[in-house]
T-cell receptor
């Protein structure tokens, strides 16, 4: 079954609106969550890394004021795309890392969110 | 130069064929290595970790050569269900950042 969930799975919005994407670890506490973006036919690119209760660390070239990340608890992180524009249309994937059932820390990916900005 | 580079695809092979994917990475401080599989419009899923001693999981064999900074994946007796994009992934840094290659598309035909 799913280990990490994302909501919504897809969203279509008008240019200028803000979109919030939720990422939840379902049966473990995620010490770290990651947000990736994937454009068609391209690789996953890490946008930012977040640890519960602290500010996210953004990768070079990713605007922290545009992509707001909140890691409010050990099971929930949110990514808000503020004032979205058509070039923000992409596949956004989160992943969560933590010890699950006593295993070595593993990174689990969510099912992704497709964003289309018109 | 990209941090992780893979063979360009797509690879179109008949069922039962053996296919090999190659990958090179540029950061010599890379700690861990993986192959992921990504189906169309889905999230990537871990296929297998890659160790210097080489490791096998059924029809899949992965090899790592740290000196050459080279990783490979061999798929034997390919099935239709193996059709997907295969991603070479390297883990670096204290935060355990994953760097993904651009992926190699495999299409197995009947």
């Amino acid at each position: 079954g799913a280990v990490v969930s994302q909501h919504p799975s897809w969203v279509i919005c008008k240019s200028g609106t803000s979109v919030k994407i939720e990422c939840r670890s379902l049966d473990f506490q995620a010490t770290t969550m990651f947000w990736y973006r994937q454009f068609p036919k391209q690789s996953l690119m890490l946008m930012a890394t977040s640890n519960e209760g602290s500010k996210a660390t953004y990768e070079q070239g990713v605007e922290k004021d545009k992509f707001l990340i909140n890691h409010a608890s050990l099971t929930l992180s949110t990514l808000t795309v503020t004032s979205a524009h058509p070039e923000d249309s992409s596949f956004y994937i989160c992943s969560a890392r933590g010890p699950r059932f006593g295993e070595v820390e593993t990174q689990y990916f969510g099912p992704g969110t497709r964003l289309l900005v018109l | 130069r990209k941090e992780v580079e893979q063979d360009p695809g797509p690879f179109n092979v008949p069922e039962g064929a053996t296919v090999a994917f190659n990958c090179t990475y540029s950061n010599s401080a890379s700690q861990s290595f993986f192959w992921y599989r990504q189906d169309c419009r889905k999230e990537p899923k871990l296929l297998m970790s890659v160790y210097s001693s080489g490791n096998e999981d059924g029809r899949f064999t992965a090899q790592l050569n740290r000196a050459s900074q080279y990783i490979s994946l061999l798929i034997r007796d390919s099935k239709l269900s193996d059709s997907a994009t295969y991603l070479c992934v390297v883990k670096i840094g204290s935060r355990g950042k994953l760097i993904f290659g651009q992926g190699t598309e495999l299409s197995v035909k009947p």
